[in-house]
């Protein structure tokens, strides 16, 4: 295995001038390969969740432990000392090591054979998707300019809607023509099979070489980040307004296959090709949207790095509400589709303005306290809430009490909205310069 070794500053200079064009686009393309079986294996279990719960007798509190809190907790922990690692040493490494990690633990799931053999193994993969997101954050932000990261970052992020709507059409297929089984062992061999291919072929670039020389400091302590971030209320605003809306946006990812099953009574196929097409067309458009609007309005105004996600979560709750509540699978398809794009338009502007908050030595590492606040409350709370609410609704309203519990739930990126306002309102004065 090659040294996690840091790139010279000759071999940075010399990837800088040499590179191409074409190979800054397959540097993303194969971040957003890896990105996207992050997702298919963080959210797979989202459309094997109605055989999972048959076969090993599960309640739907259970279901939201094993596919929130087991994820989130080693996820969340595992994060912030390995984008330290990766604020220092070789971030393709990392990143390669991590695919390897959760890929093997998405394989072993399909070995389990009771709550806690599927929580431990759930726990496994989480540890693996730790080194995946904040090192590549860096990345990207190492191979393009500052006026294009948040269309470079939201182009990344695809991989969310990509690897989601795969874990779903696969998924439910493999699952239906299979087993539950045979879906998890196959996502995992295949990440597996990734992983030489990505190591071997991306370079590591040198770091803040697009940045001003003002820019490139010596290697922080993780209390000089601690104390950066703590003086910066734009980053907190944006850690918790995330996480709020992600709360959702992951709850509803897990739970609306279920839904669609029991309240519409849809197979474990017609429901993956139906919500899969959903979360695939909608995902896409609302992250590209979000990049978009991002770099355009950014350059005028800091603020709108906050203001574009702000709006577009007050559109969202009551978009997602009536297509909960409408009994036509048609009408809802399009009520759902909007709302989807709007959830996701945040991902582009915001990881963008998390990265200008700090010097290009603290990126990964902030970008991990970023993710640890995100995906502790939205991962961690988000899947077990909704599921211990229909639980709580199921003896008022039987196999429809998800529909009441993702109700109750929207609140949330009304609150998300407040906070990115409140971000937008402190931006340019926490601006890294």
Request: aromatic fraction near 16%; hydrophobic fraction near 55%; glycine fraction near 10%.
């Given at each position: ?14 990837t800088?001038?040499?590179e191409?064009a ?42 939201g ?8 907790l ?7 000392p ?39 193994y ?34 990344y992020?695809?991989?969310?809607p ?34 030489p291919?990505?190591?071997l ?55 609306l ?14 429901m ?31 603020a ?19 297509g ?15 709302p ?8 582009g502007?915001?990881v963008?303005?998390?990265?200008h ?15 640890f ?12 809430f ?23 739930g ?23 310069r």
């Amino acid at each position: 295995m090659a040294e996690l070794h840091a790139p010279s500053a000759a071999a940075g200079a010399q990837t800088n001038s040499d590179e191409s064009a074409a190979y800054r686009a397959y540097v993303l393309f194969i971040l957003i390969l890896v990105y996207t079986f992050n997702f298919i294996d963080r959210q797979i279990i989202s459309v094997l969740a109605v055989p999972i719960k048959a076969e090993l007798g599960l309640s739907d509190g259970q279901l939201g432990l094993v596919s929130g809190v087991a994820f989130a907790l080693f996820y969340t922990a595992m994060g912030i000392p390995i984008a330290r690692l990766a604020d220092r040493r070789n971030r393709v490494w990392i990143i390669g090591i991590s695919l390897a990690v959760w890929s093997g633990f998405t394989a072993l799931c399909g070995y389990a054979h009771s709550f806690w053999q599927l929580f431990l193994y759930r726990l496994g993969v989480g540890v693996g998707e730790a080194g995946g997101v904040a090192p590549s954050y860096s990345l990207v932000t190492d191979y393009f300019p500052p006026h294009q990261r948040a269309k470079a970052l939201g182009i990344y992020s695809f991989g969310i809607p990509i690897g989601s709507a795969l874990g779903i059409f696969f998924g439910g297929y493999i699952a239906q023509e299979f087993s539950w089984r045979a879906a998890f062992i196959a996502c995992g061999v295949a990440g597996l099979v990734l992983m030489p291919l990505f190591v071997l072929t991306l370079k590591e670039p040198a770091r803040g070489r697009f940045d001003p020389p003002t820019a490139k400091v010596a290697q922080p302590s993780f209390g000089e980040v601690l104390r950066t971030l703590a003086a910066k209320p734009a980053f907190w605003y944006l850690a918790f307004g995330a996480a709020c809306s992600s709360i959702m946006g992951y709850g509803l990812f897990f739970w609306l296959p279920s839904f669609f099953v029991r309240s519409h009574g849809l197979t474990l196929v017609e429901m993956a090709q139906y919500f899969g097409t959903i979360v695939l067309i909608g995902g896409m458009a609302g992250i590209f949207l979000g990049g978009y609007l991002g770099d355009r309005l950014g350059k005028g105004s800091k603020a709108a790095y906050a203001l574009v996600p702000a709006t577009a979560f007050i559109l969202a709750a009551p978009l997602f509400a009536i297509g909960i509540s409408v009994p036509s699978l048609t009408l809802a398809f399009f009520l759902f589709l909007v709302p989807n794009a709007l959830a996701l338009v945040w991902l582009g502007p915001v990881v963008s303005a998390v990265q200008h908050l700090v010097a290009p030595s603290m990126r990964a590492t902030a970008s991990a306290v970023f993710l640890f606040i995100n995906n502790l409350i939205g991962i961690g709370f988000g899947n077990w809430f909704l599921g211990w609410m229909s639980d709580a609704y199921k003896t008022a309203y039987g196999a429809d009490s998800l529909r009441y519990s993702f109700l109750t739930g929207l609140g949330f990126y009304v609150l998300a909205a407040i906070l990115m306002y409140l971000a937008s309102r402190r931006l340019e004065r926490d601006w890294h310069r």
